[in-house]
């Protein structure tokens, strides 16, 4: 099984320039989310999905989009990268919102923003 | 203030050693519970979900104490192979899910 695909491992972009971080999952989970790790913070929501048609902002949205036209597609879109967005970006589901459904995540895109 | 709170370390540990981490959580409508192992330069992995009763799963055993708001994981007889950093992870709504910044661990030869 793939479990959770993320699309591409590494990226390095100048400022301004757009980009869109792709993730695929064939596990028919309803749920799906971004998250970003940096040094000392642990792991931060961007945006989440409970399902196809419906996305939410989590902890730190600015400067990130989001659709989720498929059950299986949730991509990321940064509309003008920054410095600051300069991470390493999981994108993570789960089978549903019970309480003992957990986080799979994949295998992560580094990003540079230069 | 932060929703979860950890030791950051590192701990180092010889082999064979028993190790313990303990996370707090600032929400007490919090409802799930979980302990993720990240090895550098990779994605977090479940180790295991925490129940209300505590659980086991062969060396590792994660207790929850609501009253006082944290998780805890024990990890018996340490292998190499546990060096990792540990991250707790907690949720209120199921949607929005909290990350601390880790515990490393480093086992000892």
């Known amino acids: 099984n793939a479990g959770v695909t993320q699309t591409p491992k590494f990226q390095v972009l100048k400022t301004g320039q757009s980009m869109t971080l792709q993730c695929a999952q064939d596990?028919?989970?309803?749920?799906m989310s971004w998250y970003r790790q940096d040094p000392g913070m642990g792991l931060r929501l961007i945006h989440y999905?409970?399902?196809?048609?419906?996305?939410d902002q989590g902890e730190v949205p600015n400067g990130y989009n989001v659709s989720r036209s498929t059950t299986e597609d949730f991509p990321l879109r940064l509309l003008s990268a920054a410095p600051s967005q300069t991470s390493v970006y999981f994108c993570a589901s789960r089978k549903d919102r019970g309480n003992n459904s957990p986080l799979h995540f994949g295998n992560g895109t580094r990003l540079t923003v230069t | 203030r932060k929703e979860v709170e950890q030791d950051p370390g590192p701990f180092n540990v010889p082999e064979g050693a028993t190790v313990a981490f303990n996370c707090t959580y600032s929400?007490?409508?919090?409802?799930?519970f979980f302990w993720y192992r990240q090895d550098c330069r990779k994605e977090p992995k479940l180790l295991m979900s925490?129940?209300?009763s505590g659980n086991e799963d062969g060396r590792f055993t994660a207790q929850l104490n609501r009253a006082s708001q944290y998780i805890s994981l024990l990890i018996r007889d340490s292998k190499l192979s546990d060096s990792a950093t540990y991250l707790c992870?907690?949720?209120?709504?199921?949607?929005?899910?909290?990350f601390g910044t880790g515990t490393s661990l480093t086992v000892i030869p």
């Open positions: 929400n007490s409508a919090s409802q799930s």
């Open positions: 925490v129940y209300s």
């Open positions: 992870v907690v949720s209120v709504t199921g949607n929005q899910f909290y």
């Open positions: 596990m028919n989970h309803e749920y």
């Open positions: 999905s409970v399902g196809a048609g419906i996305t």
